[in-house]
């Protein structure tokens, strides 16, 4: 099963990526969890410790490895270099474990559109598309904004979009935005996380003003996930309230995903 989330900037997509990690890791799955922000945080919102956190390195700065596979150097345009470098080794060479969770960080790289060709893009790019097409039993992907990473090709394989909103109108037009993104290349399985959520007045919001995205859930807003960070420990940890509700969710993606094979079984 492969997990992609999605939203604005600080809604808490790095929070819920940890959670559901860590929650289908206890259920015993295979997770392989892909930290795609520029600036990598889900080794932290997942606990892991200093000294493994000190062997990640981003895949976009690794200079030597990108030059190795595909003839050049990192920031050179023009020249030759391969568009499709060997990548099936990197997943395993260059993710940490803990807790049952494995975790690559990507790093930075301009994957929108067609504008940048340059070896680092081939190799992130390639390297996508290898993630999402490997059997993974549970891939989860921390994306950071919107749909960049995903391309026509790629859409069959993410069984799930989530899109975290805060209860905002300005989220909320994030997500509507990123809707609109992820049907033009035709994905259409999305699902609504409402997080920071208050009380009862900001959930009915969220449910009344979705862009047509089914809710998935509602994490409350709760200080101790800041407490967390400060602290160094796994919001799913700290936190039960949101590990409670990250456990249902977690449970309710696959009924969902299941549910919507059937029905695609029956009308074929
Ligand atoms: N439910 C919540 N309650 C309180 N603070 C939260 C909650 N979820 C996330 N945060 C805080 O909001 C900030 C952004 O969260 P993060 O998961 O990094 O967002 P993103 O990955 O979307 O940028 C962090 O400081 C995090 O601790
Ligand atoms: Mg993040």
Redesign the pocket.
């Given at each position: 099963m492969k997990i992609a989330i999605s939203?604005k900037?600080?809604?808490?997509?790095?929070?819920?990526a940890a959670l559901l990690a860590q929650a289908y890791a206890d259920a015993g799955r295979t997770v392989l969890a892909v930290d795609a922000?520029p600036s990598p945080?889900l080794a932290g919102?997942l606990g892991f410790p200093g000294e493994l956190r000190q062997q990640l390195h981003p895949i976009a700065e690794m200079d030597d490895l990108i030059y190795e596979r595909t003839g050049a150097k990192p920031g050179t345009t023009g020249g030759f270099f391969t568009l499709n470098p060997r990548v099936d080794d990197i997943p395993e060479r260059f993710s940490v474990s803990h807790r049952d969770v494995r975790l690559l960080e990507m790093g930075s790289v301009d994957l929108g559109g067609s504008g940048c060709i340059c070896p680092e893009s081939a190799m992130l790019k390639t390297l996508f598309t290898h993630l999402l097409f490997r059997k993974d039993d549970l891939l989860i992907l921390?994306m950071y904004a919107g749909v960049e990473h995903l391309g026509r090709a790629t859409v069959d394989f993410v069984d799930a979009m989530l899109v975290?909103v805060e209860p905002t109108r300005r989220s909320l037009g994030t997500a509507a935005q990123i809707k609109s993104l992820a049907n033009d290349i035709g994905l259409h399985r999305l699902w609504l996380v409402g997080?920071?959520v208050r009380n009862e007045e900001e959930a009915a919001f969220l449910r009344a003003e979705t862009p047509g995205i089914p809710v998935l859930g509602t994490?409350?807003?709760?200080?101790a996930?800041?407490e967390a960070?400060r602290l160094g420990i796994a919001v799913y940890d700290h936190v039960p309230a949101?590990k409670r509700e990250a456990v249902r969710m977690a449970n309710s993606i696959e009924e969902n995903i299941t549910t919507l094979r059937e029905e695609q079984i029956n009308t074929n």
């Open positions: 939203g900037g600080g809604v808490g997509k790095t929070t819920l922000d945080c919102a921390d975290v997080n920071k994490l409350p807003a709760d200080l996930v800041q960070d949101l």
